[in-house]
């Protein structure tokens, strides 16, 4: 089955600078890649999604990249702000009907220092 | 649009009785939806794939007799504990997908601690 590995753990950053988060995984066959942000005692929130026909999306100060024949895919957030602090996990699934379960990586606890 | 509904948040019970989580789609049908667990600084592990008129399927390790799924509609799917000890105390979380909705959905998540 799908294995999706996520680096690095623990991330602190300085307000304003960037931060990058990177995500393999191992089933040729996934080509639905999401994000989740997730705060403490809450469900996981879809904070942005890249397909496998695409190698990159921005949303604002978030952008993902995906590397579909190294099978990697990023994460970057750029002027980074308090409140993004959170955990965050990437996800691999092998396609977005109703029915592909997602995999989720261990995710990365990121601290954004004021 | 595409909100899942998840009840209770929280739930402390005893140990050896049984506690049904509920998870509901608010605005779309969703014919499969997804239970997850979720310890301490850890990640999200599928349990099961709940399918609407049909048997959950079950994640490899998961007790299908332990944790009771049923999904008797489009838009609700229960997670039942039984027999619940102190080491199934977790987060328990659903999710689903609304067609063309660009994503899965998750609820906001029950906590479960069994004393």
């Known amino acids: 089955g799908e294995n999706v590995e996520q680096h690095p753990s623990t991330l602190s950053v300085q307000e304003g600078d960037s931060a990058v988060i990177k995500c393999t995984y191992s089933?040729?066959?996934?080509?639905?890649f999401p994000w989740y942000k997730q705060e403490l005692g809450k469900g996981p929130q879809l904070i942005i999604d890249i397909r496998s026909n695409v190698g990159e999306k921005k949303d604002q100060r978030i952008a993902v990249t995906l590397n579909k024949t190294a099978k990697h895919f990023s994460l970057h957030i750029t002027e980074t702000q308090p409140e993004d602090s959170a955990v965050y996990f990437c996800?691999?699934?092998?396609?977005?009907?109703?029915?592909?379960?997602?995999?989720f990586g261990p995710g990365t606890s990121l601290s954004v220092i004021p | 649009g595409a909100v899942v509904s998840q009840h209770p948040s929280w739930v402390i019970c005893k140990s050896g009785t049984s506690v049904k989580i509920e998870c509901r789609s608010l605005d779309f049908q969703a014919t499969t939806m997804f239970w997850y667990r979720q310890f301490p600084k850890q990640s999200l592990m599928l349990m099961a794939t709940?399918?609407?008129?049909?048997?959950?399927?079950?994640e490899q390790g998961v007790e299908k007799d332990k944790f009771l799924i049923n999904h008797a509609s489009l838009t609700l799917s229960t997670l039942t504990v039984t027999s619940a000890h102190p080491e199934d105390s977790s987060f328990y979380i659903c999710s689903a997908q609304r067609q063309g909705a660009g994503g899965y959905t998750f609820g906001s998540g029950t906590r479960l601690t069994v004393v």
């Open positions: 996800a691999a699934s092998k396609g977005e009907t109703s029915y592909d379960k997602v995999i």
């Open positions: 709940s399918n609407e008129g049909s048997k959950a399927t079950y």
């Open positions: 089933d040729s066959a996934s080509n639905y």
